[in-house]
């Protein structure tokens, strides 16, 4: 299948920043081929008017819990602590695979209409969130989140249940899902648990994704309890000698940022869950100085409270000047980069997407540029990060199949999916 992007602007995010107007675009099957002038000796089976669009890399959520969209809205209003402790872990220990199934087919369709076309998923019942990744036609790295218990038997289990996930999905629909081990955080893991946790990682040859220094308290207990702070605490463990998905890593010290240069530890921000539940501000800008790669994030849809990228984009930009009180600290490219580049980065597949580039994987999206709030176009990289709505995303391609066309769903019966994921909801608040 031979598909042509005809006369589009192209913002490629490759080694040039810079916005390409009027090119052309070949993707055969899974790949881009071809990117610049009209072959005539290619006959396309597929041409995509490209009139009035904008072409860039499908942006990357490089941390969340999307079955959470299920609790959208239930418990708001609350510090991290009581939020999970109260009201989440609570209503989470009544889930069913069915619960999840939906709750992620829900949060897809959201996040393909915003314009993403990759996400980094931590819950429970993966093996549905596998079956959604390959109905749905997105790319997906999901883990199954491991805290671990007073029962030696339950945490072997859940060891083992990872690396069934691993085993029966890494790899699957065609390479669009990958697999990390994920112990949830520090302080839901012990340091035994933790090398546990590592070492499947090595036997696995993958990456492992877990949330790091996300609050103050949690800095302060690992003080109280290690005598350092829970970054130096897992660099301390070797936890850091596999590649890291860090979530969050908010209250981190200089030393903490030298130890996640050191180590290429891949840090996802994540600025509307951490404004949401008042967690603080991560100093993205000391990080990205550094060297650090900085990804991008929404969190769950429970704690804020959508899967919008693009309004992570602009928070992104728009917090760190604030903070710093420095207007250039995080440019607009910088954002973009992070939801983009830095995205691909962190889930360790760099070579295959997060920029337009012939020999890439076909992860793209078509902004319309004709709406009013987007003119007079100035400048379009400004657009993305200070302007551009989720619900401008004209079309998206994943793995060179069109998955929505003129915001027309391809892959996903939308009202189905919403009276399941209401009747799901209703139902896991009233267990």
Known sequence: ???????????????????????????????????????????????????????????????????????????DDLPLQEWLTQKIWPVESHLT???????????????????????????????????????????????????????????????????NLYNNWNGKADGRIKVFVAPHAPYTCGIGFLEKALNLAKELNTAIHIHLSETKREVDDSLRIYGKSPIKHVYDIGLFDVPILAAHCVHVSPEDIEILKEKNVNVVNNPGSNL???????????????????????DGSSSNNNLNMFEEINLAAIINKGITGIATAVPAIKAVEMATVNGAKSLLWENEIGTIEAGKKADIILIDMDKPHLYPIHDIISSLAYTVQGSDVDTVIVNGKVIMEKREMKTMDVEKIKYNAEKSAESLIRR
């Open 1 to 75: 299948m031979l598909t042509l992007i005809e006369g589009i602007k192209l913002l490629s995010m490759g080694s040039s920043k810079e916005i390409i107007n009027d090119t052309n675009i070949y993707i055969q099957d899974d790949k881009i081929v071809h990117i610049g002038d009209l072959k005539r000796e290619m006959n396309p089976d597929r041409i995509i008017d490209g009139k009035d669009k904008l072409a860039m890399p499908g942006l990357i959520n490089a941390h969340t819990h999307i079955s959470m969209s299920l609790m959208r809205n239930f418990a």
């Open 97 to 163: 695979a069915e619960d999840v199934y939906w709750g992620a087919m829900l949060s897809i369709v959201e996040m393909i209409q915003s314009g993403t076309t990759c996400f980094a998923d931590m819950y429970f019942f993966m093996d549905e969130v596998g079956r959604a990744i390959e109905e749905s036609g997105i790319r997906g790295m999901i883990s199954r989140g491991i805290t671990e218990e007073d029962d030696e038997e339950k945490n072997e289990e859940k060891i083992k249940d990872t690396r």
């Open 276 to 298: 949401k539940l008042a967690s603080g501000f991560a100093p993205v800008v000391d990080m990205l100085k550094a060297g650090v790669n900085v990804a991008l994030g929404t």
